[in-house]
């Protein structure tokens, strides 16, 4: 059933691959979007997207890769204006077949929710934490010092959510690897913060939709299967930089004012010492952590 409200814009990078899952998936779902905007931020633009869902397509290509965020706007602001719900997802995600309907039926029933985002799974089966606490100051110290050494400690714990029980809950922010956000709130503080290249858009987004009163809910009836890093990967040791170049400029919102000057001078230096121990050390990050 095609969907006269929602649209979908989805952002690749180098992502050939896998676009023939993620269309044949969004193809069998109950609810399909009436306009899919494909961005693509590497330099070789993809074909056949037509042939792999429906004629009508739209892409648009960014070869200067502007970032996830950035080229995210780009595609919704294509949509057609009476697109009121917005799917923002990366390519390398399945969908089941009442993913959208269970993330739409969300949106519409809690009015005071601007952003909804699915139980996502790995390719494993396992359950990826893809609704979190936003890291302050003790939950991501916490986190950054110990998340890999001592996984169940209790500001990793914290941060990265719990995910027990069935019924949706509001939580801080869901993860941009797939989201479905109401179009007046995204458009209500100008969508992502094309200052993010990568990493942490997700969370500064959902930290300003709460600033301006509205919600993130994470919808554990709408599953998605997401693989992860397929863009990534290969340029894992450059990422590890930009991560934590995400995390101070998030971390500077977050602790803002001349009260917090002092802090944000020692936040940016320990994310600078971490920066060079972490590939070393910690491995490197996922898509979406």
Same mark, same amino acid.
């Given at each position: /059933?095609?969907?006269?409200?929602?649209?979908?814009?989805?952002?690749?990078?180098?992502?050939?691959?896998?676009?023939?899952?993620?269309? !044949?998936?969004?193809?069998?779902?109950?609810?399909?979007?009436?306009?899919?905007?494909?961005?693509?931020?590497?330099?070789?633009?993809?074909?056949?997207?037509?042939?792999?869902?429906?004629?009508?397509?739209?892409?648009?290509?960014?070869?200067?890769?502007?970032?996830? +965020?950035?080229?995210?706007?780009?595609?919704?602001?294509?949509?057609?204006?009476?697109?009121? %719900?917005?799917?923002?997802?990366?390519?390398?995600?399945?969908?089941?077949?009442?993913?959208?309907?269970?993330?739409?039926?969300?949106?519409?029933?809690?009015?005071?929710?601007?952003?909804?985002?699915?139980?996502?799974?790995?390719?494993?089966?396992?359950?990826?934490?893809?609704?979190?606490?936003?890291? +302050?100051?003790?939950?991501?110290?916490?986190?950054?010092?110990?998340? !890999?050494?001592?996984?169940?400690?209790?500001?990793?714990?914290?941060?990265?959510?719990?995910?027990?029980? =069935?019924?949706?809950?509001?939580?801080?922010?869901?993860?941009?690897?797939?989201? /479905?956000?109401?179009?007046?709130?995204?458009?209500?503080?100008?969508?992502?913060?094309? +200052?993010?290249? $990568?990493?942490?858009?997700?969370?500064?987004?959902?930290? %300003?939709?709460?600033?301006?009163?509205?919600?993130?809910?994470?919808?554990?009836?709408?599953?998605?299967?997401?693989?992860?890093?397929?863009?990534? +990967?290969?340029?894992?040791?450059?990422?590890?930089?930009?991560?934590?170049?995400?995390?101070?400029?998030?971390?500077?919102?977050?602790?803002?004012?001349?009260?917090?000057?002092?802090?944000?001078?020692?936040? %940016?230096?320990?994310?600078? $010492?971490?920066?060079?121990?972490?590939?070393?050390?910690?491995?490197?990050? =996922?898509?979406?952590?």
């Amino acid at each position: /059933m095609k969907n006269s409200g929602i649209g979908l814009v989805v952002i690749g990078y180098a992502s050939q691959e896998v676009w023939p899952t993620f269309f !044949e998936s969004l193809a069998a779902s109950s609810v399909i979007p009436e306009a899919v905007v494909v961005v693509e931020n590497s330099a070789v633009a993809p074909t056949g997207l037509a042939d792999l869902y429906v004629p009508g397509v739209t892409l648009i290509h960014l070869p200067e890769n502007p970032g996830y +965020g950035s080229g995210a706007n780009a595609g919704v602001a294509a949509l057609p204006a009476h697109c009121s %719900r917005v799917i923002i997802c990366n390519p390398d995600i399945i969908w089941q077949r009442e993913s959208i309907a269970e993330l739409d039926k969300a949106l519409n029933d809690n009015p005071t929710v601007g952003v909804a985002g699915p139980k996502t799974l790995n390719d494993d089966g396992s359950t990826y934490p893809s609704a979190r606490a936003f890291p +302050g100051i003790r939950i991501g110290i916490g986190h950054a010092l110990l998340g !890999e050494l001592w996984k169940s400690n209790p500001w990793t714990s914290k941060y990265l959510g719990e995910y027990g029980g =069935s019924a949706p809950r509001i939580v801080d922010w869901v993860s941009g690897a797939c989201l /479905m956000v109401k179009r007046v709130s995204f458009e209500a503080i100008d969508g992502f913060d094309s +200052g993010y290249f $990568m990493f942490f858009e997700d969370v500064d987004l959902c930290f %300003r939709l709460k600033k301006h009163q509205w919600r993130s809910l994470y919808v554990p009836h709408a599953v998605i299967t997401h693989s992860g890093a397929h863009s990534t +990967g290969p340029k894992m040791a450059e990422m590890v930089k930009v991560h934590h170049h995400s995390a101070e400029r998030f971390l500077f919102k977050l602790y803002a004012g001349p009260q917090y000057w002092l802090l944000r001078q020692l936040l %940016r230096a320990g994310l600078a $010492m971490r920066s060079l121990i972490a590939p070393k050390r910690y491995g490197t990050p =996922s898509a979406r952590d």
